[in-house]
């Protein structure tokens, strides 16, 4: 038998059921580094996955609490679609992935952990980033911290028009 020792775990199960929605509350943080926040925007924010496909795994969210795609509207859409498009800008520069994967998990069976907030994963991708150790042992081996790679990021991120000033 295979073990995995998650002990933070814990105060996430005995939380019950009066879970708040993890970006709502990222929405709402004023610890934006605690938070993984990385930038604001009119319509929405840049937070990093704390539970990341790869180094630099970004989310790009609504701060409305909306789940269903054709519920965003089109101001949201656009600054979601050119805040996708500066946080690439910000990976490219910042950590040189060879490529990258964009998308959105619309509901439970297409994968989405998160199905009543809807958001977009941006995962960079680079030569060989995928190994024998996902094949052989079921394990993905994440080489950088999340507090290093935030201070990757950030820099890049403060210099985009808006920042994390909160000009919503």
Not at 34 to 62: E, I, Q, T, W
Not at 99 to 104: D, K, L, T, W
Not at 141 to 166: A, C, Q
Request: glycine letters at 8%; charged letters at 25%.
């Amino acid at each position: 038998m295979e073990i995995l020792w998650a002990p933070w775990r814990m105060q996430y199960i005995l939380s019950g059921g009066n879970r708040e929605c993890v970006f709502c509350k990222c929405s709402n943080t004023t610890d934006i580094k605690a938070d993984l926040v990385l930038y604001r925007s009119k319509y929405c924010f840049v937070v990093m996955n704390r539970f990341p496909y790869n180094n630099g795994h970004l989310m790009v969210v609504p701060y409305r609490h909306v789940g269903e795609f054709e519920e965003l509207t089109e101001e949201e859409l656009s600054d979601m679609v050119m805040t996708i498009k500066k946080s690439v800008s910000v990976l490219k520069k910042a950590l040189s992935p060879h490529g990258f994967n964009i998308g959105a998990n619309l509901g439970k069976v297409a994968g989405a952990g998160i199905t009543d907030h809807l958001h977009f994963h941006i995962v960079p991708r680079w030569d060989g980033d995928t190994n024998y150790m996902a094949v052989i042992s079921s394990t993905k081996v994440m080489p950088e911290m999340l507090e290093s790679t935030y201070g990757k990021l950030e820099p890049f991120f403060k210099e985009m028009e808006g920042g994390l000033d909160d000009d919503r």
